[in-house]
T-cell receptor
């Protein structure tokens, strides 16, 4: 069964450094998403991406964040100048369409900023 | 404002039935999802409701009442592996974002 994959599974970085989180969505899906979940807290929407551009973003997704689809398979989230409060689990998800389509989640990347 | 409420934690016995409730207040509505999340893992899709009524899928069923802003997830014949958090998420109509509840931690006892 096709699945969303994410790398790395864990990332430890120093405050102020840049990190790139990688995702490979399900191959026939057209919509891609990033979510984060701070330990013990709710899942929070960050951004959705379609047709090589951002379609929606939340208040969390400020200039510190960017997304890119550098090739036909990868979807990346870049976090510049990381802060302690960026420590969280970051989930990538994809869906076939936008309207009522189910989003399928990857296993997540646990980011720890020291 | 946007608000999704679920009980924080519930306990049930193996083999029994449990109902997890979710109430929501959102600026728009374009469907309600239930996801299961085991500790440290990704949410996995369980069910989707957009019209009022009951959707049944094996041991799991989900109900929606749009007029009441209310849904429940019903789990039957509980198994130990059902111990997990159950997340209620509402898709807003205006922007298709998923708004998530804090999740209900379900503990299954033998």
């Amino acid at each position: 069964e096709p699945e969303v994959t994410q790398t790395p599974s864990h990332q430890v970085t120093q405050m102020g450094q840049e990190v790139i989180l990688r995702c490979v969505p399900i191959s026939n899906h057209l919509y891609f998403y990033w979510y984060r979940q701070i330990l013990g807290q709710k899942v929070e929407f960050l951004v959705s991406f379609y047709n090589n551009e951002i379609s929606e973003k939340s208040e969390i997704f400020d200039d510190q964040f960017s997304v890119e689809r550098p090739d036909g398979s990868n979807f990346t989230l870049k976090i510049r100048s990381t802060k302690l409060e960026d420590s969280a689990m970051y989930f990538c998800a994809s869906s076939e369409g936008r309207g009522q389509e189910t989003q399928y989640f990857g296993p997540g990347t646990r980011l720890l900023v020291l | 404002g946007q608000n999704i409420d679920q009980p924080t934690e519930m306990t049930a016995t193996e083999g029994a039935i449990v109902q997890i409730n979710c109430t929501y207040q959102t600026s728009g509505f374009n469907g309600l999802f239930w996801y299961q999340q085991h500790a440290g893992e990704a949410p996995t899709f369980l069910s989707y409701n957009v019209l009022d009524g009951l959707e049944e899928k094996g041991r799991f069923s989900s109900f929606l009442s749009r007029s009441k802003g209310y849904s429940y997830l019903l789990l039957k014949e509980l198994q130990m592996k059902d111990s997990a958090s159950y997340l209620c998420a509402v898709r807003e109509q205006s922007n298709y974002q998923l708004i998530w509840g804090a999740g209900t931690k379900l503990i299954i006892k033998p």
